[in-house]
């Protein structure tokens, strides 16, 4: 089975900035994407950013210019440096992972188990 721990979350002022860490473990043959998920108390889960296989990522547009996705290939880790932080990035964060866990399966998504930021002063 393909697990997800995510770490770094914590309580920090506006303007401040958190790292987010994400170690996958678990037979995967190959990976397609990992990403960051958030979602706040009431409201629907959103993307916040994605890096593919060939290194292209993507941003929800709140968060560009401020947030920064890269990735550790060699301890199949995935970073969120996020900066300048609101209080609107008030959230649980997810990783996300789709990855083939055999050269004849199809590409499935997996979660990790959450981490909490809260920005507030």
């Known amino acids: 089975q393909v697990q997800l721990v995510e770490s770094g979350g914590g309580l920090v002022q506006p303007g401040g900035s958190l790292r987010l860490s994400c170690a996958a473990s678990g037979r995967i043959f190959s990976t397609y994407a990992m990403g960051w998920y958030r979602q706040a108390p009431g409201k629907q889960r959103e993307l916040v950013a994605t890096i593919i296989s060939g290194g292209s990522t993507n941003y929800v547009d709140s968060v560009k210019g401020r947030f920064t996705i890269s990735r550790d290939n060699a301890k199949n880790t995935v970073y969120l440096q996020m900066n300048s932080l609101k209080s609107e990035d008030t959230a649980v964060y997810y990783c996300?992972?789709?990855?083939?866990?055999?050269?004849?399966?199809?590409?499935?998504?997996?979660w990790g188990q959450g981490t909490q930021v809260i920005v507030s002063s």
């Open positions: 996300n992972t789709k990855v083939r866990v055999d050269w004849y399966s199809n590409y499935g998504d997996y």
